[in-house]
């Protein structure tokens, strides 16, 4: 574990910390598992960048030159694990892969900028449509530039705030939009040959996911209810964090012994960077927010358990 030193009271990074091996290697090795994190999900650096921030926050002039030294072994890293991936991708024979056929992070930022923020076919076919990767790229940033002209600073702020509404209040997380015949596909939902799909078990089951269906909508009642409490966690968390900001306290930290970074900022500025991700690039739907869940429920955990010190 990375050590921070606390001197006079004041939470700083200590050079002194680099000079154990372990602690530059434990940097780089970071760095790495980020490289490694971000290939399986963009999205999932988020909480790694909070802390990244949440430290900065902390930071005094003492530690500069430690901070520039980790950022380094940090960035080396993640080269040296990302540069031989995409290495690899292009030139292994295993799996047909054509790199012109990708899609750029500017392709989802013009899809989450229309209709509801979500996805949309017309949307894809329209970037499918330019035959190279860098056409694509291309097309893609002059339609960006054409809607936030078009949006002006009200008119994308209000497009914004409806897109934050499309992924924020379903507590079903989708099950009403995209429910179907789940466990039996209506193609072979009559294979009377088919053992799985006689079963009463699934049949059940099915059922619970069939939209439509009394026992989806009593689900969907109920993961409704609960979703409301997280919310309600979360808001008195942030409650509390700002009674805690005002009287300087920090009540919950990374380290038992001193009170160097606070799980509350790390959280809600993780929190908060999962909120941007969302209203920047294509979601519009509540499903989005599952990959979250995880800092959602610390921070609703933390509040629900706050109740007696916020009426304090």
């Given at each position: ?12 990074l200590d050079k002194a ?7 530059p290697a434990l940097i ?179 059922h619970l996911y069939t ?102």
């Amino acid at each position: 574990m990375l050590h921070f030193h606390l001197d006079n009271g004041q939470k700083t990074l200590d050079k002194a910390f680099l000079y154990n091996w372990k602690n530059p290697a434990l940097i780089f090795l970071f760095g790495l598992n980020l490289a490694v994190t971000y290939n399986l999900k963009p999205s999932a650096v988020i909480p790694a960048i909070a802390l990244l921030v949440a430290l900065l926050l902390k930071m005094n002039r003492r530690c500069c030159v430690a901070l520039l030294a980790s950022l380094i072994l940090m960035a080396g890293g993640f080269l040296c694990a990302n540069v031989p991936y995409n290495h690899v991708v292009r030139t292994q024979q295993l799996v047909p892969y054509n790199h012109e056929l990708s899609l750029s992070p500017q392709h989802y930022v013009m899809m989450g900028m229309t209709s509801t923020g979500g996805y949309l076919e017309s949307e894809y076919q329209f970037t499918m449509s330019h035959p190279t990767y860098q056409e694509k790229v291309d097309a893609n940033n002059a339609v960006i530039k054409q809607r936030l002209r078009q949006y002006g600073v009200v008119g994308y702020s209000t497009f914004l705030l409806m897109k934050f509404r499309n992924f924020a209040a379903d507590g079903s997380f989708g099950v009403q939009r995209y429910a179907g015949n789940v466990f039996l596909p209506r193609p072979f939902a009559n294979e009377s040959l088919n053992v799985v799909h006689e079963n009463s078990v699934i049949q059940k089951v099915s059922h619970l996911y069939t939209g439509g269906s009394s026992s989806n909508r009593t689900l969907i009642q109920m993961e409704q209810i609960f979703y409301i409490l997280l919310m309600g966690g979360i808001l008195l968390n942030c409650l509390r964090m700002s009674r805690t900001f005002f009287k300087e306290e920090e009540v919950l930290s990374i380290e038992k012994s001193g009170e160097h970074v606070s799980y509350d900022v790390w959280l809600a500025i993780a929190m908060v960077g999962a909120i941007m991700f969302l209203l920047i690039f294509e979601s519009g739907h509540s499903r989005y927010l599952i990959q979250f869940l995880p800092i959602m429920l610390f921070m609703s955990g933390i509040g629900l358990s706050s109740i007696s010190y916020v009426r304090k």
